[in-house]
């Protein structure tokens, strides 16, 4: 795993733990404090899933990119 993984896991790790602090300290009901838990969960999971995507259809892109640029260069 490169620097720059460790450093943004390090940085979506903090930011999680963060948000789940503060909820946890926020002056609510237990019901509703573990709603928003949840929700907030939910919405982490989605971006975080389609920033994966996103990543993947890049890194897929650069692939195919690259083997047109090695096929030409064999030409």
């Known amino acids: 795993m490169s620097n720059r993984s460790k450093i943004l896991l390090g940085v979506l790790g903090a930011a999680a733990a963060g948000v789940v602090v503060g909820l946890l300290i926020a002056p609510e009901k ?11 969960a939910g919405d982490w999971a989605d971006n975080l899933t389609n920033m994966w995507a996103k990543a993947k259809h890049k890194a897929d892109e650069v692939e195919e990119k690259a083997s047109r640029v090695k096929s030409a260069a064999q030409s």
Do not use: E, F, H, V
């Open 30 to 40: 237990g019901k509703d404090m573990r709603k928003k838990l949840k929700d907030t």
